[in-house]
């Protein structure tokens, strides 16, 4: 399961959103087939179940999954945070 977006400062683009759990990524993965990206919880949680990708329904298994690209783990490491012990 990915970061509830309300830990976040500002509003979160889609791209950071996991398609499956719609929270920000964690522990980003992409599939090397259609190059979506998700949780890697989430997916793997999914394809214990299914054989296909959320998005498309094209066929996907946990050995097409690497590790989202770095500009995206830089993005991600980028995104304000909020104290928890702000109010």
């Keep these: 399961m990915g970061y509830d977006l309300s830990h976040f400062t ?18 980003a993965v992409q599939s090397s087939k259609c190059e979506h990206v998700f949780c890697s919880e989430c997916i793997n949680e999914w394809l214990n179940h299914r054989n296909f990708c959320p998005h498309n329904c094209q066929s996907l298994t946990k050995t097409d999954l690497t590790p989202a690209p770095r500009i995206i783990r830089n993005l991600l490491n980028k995104l304000q945070i909020k104290c928890e012990f702000c109010e």
């Excluded at 500002?10 to 522990?27: A, M, P, Q, R």
């Design 10 to 27: 500002d509003t979160i683009d889609d791209e950071f959103k996991c398609g499956i759990c719609h929270s920000v990524l964690k522990n």
